[in-house]
């Protein structure tokens, strides 16, 4: 085993197989990583300006200064403790056709927690987007979270959710 270690060591790598690791989890506890929360999502936009104006108008995000050193286009927004930051694409290839018409709720997504789900709902009626909403009912407890999920501009899934609602931990 020690002979695996070296000879992966000498290109650069080390390997540690799973029987090492669960010897070394008995052995001594790993430091918790010193992370503090989400800082940002990045999005790559077909045109930055109109996904400013979605995320200010539909999600309520404030528009900050970005460091003028970034030498590509861009813009920062920032609420509700998280920053997205988006970033003018160059290569269309690189995107996603946006397909609002098919909401997945098992797709990719960013959820965000939502204490009055009417208030977002009408806002998404008034800004003409279309989404899906759902109500998840938690059968053994009789709890039920109400979900709502749309895409942004660039076809990034958004779900809004009252996800307090289900109680996760016992």
């Known amino acids: 085993m020690e002979e695996n270690k070296e000879a992966c060591k000498s290109n650069g790598e080390t390997r540690v197989n799973k029987e090492d690791n669960n010897k070394k989890e008995a ?4 430091p918790e990583l010193p992370l503090m929360s989400l800082n940002h999502v990045s999005r790559l936009c077909r045109n930055v300006e109109d996904s400013i104006d979605f995320y200010t108008k539909v999600l309520g ?7 003028p050193a970034f ?7 920032f609420s509700y403790g998280v920053g997205v930051h988006l970033v003018q694409s160059n290569d269309e290839d690189k995107l996603s056709p946006p ?3 098919h909401l997945d709720s098992m797709d990719n997504h ?3 927690q939502c204490g009055n789900m009417e208030a977002i709902e009408k806002r998404l009626k008034e ?4 989404y899906i909403k759902r109500t998840v009912k938690d059968d053994q407890s009789g709890n039920a979270i109400d979900q709502m999920f749309f895409d942004d501009p660039d076809g990034f899934m958004i779900e809004i959710c009252n996800c307090e609602n289900l109680k996760l931990v016992q």
Do not use: Q
């Not at 052995?27 to 790993?30: N, V």
């Not at 030498?71 to 927004?77: N, S």
């Not at 800004?127 to 279309?130: G, I, Y």
């Open 61 to 67: 995000f404030v528009l900050i200064e970005r460091p």
């Open 27 to 30: 052995d001594e506890k790993e």
């Open 71 to 77: 030498d590509f286009a861009g813009a920062w927004l």
């Open 110 to 112: 960013i959820s965000f």
């Open 127 to 130: 800004l003409d987007v279309k």
């Open 99 to 101: 397909d609002s018409a």
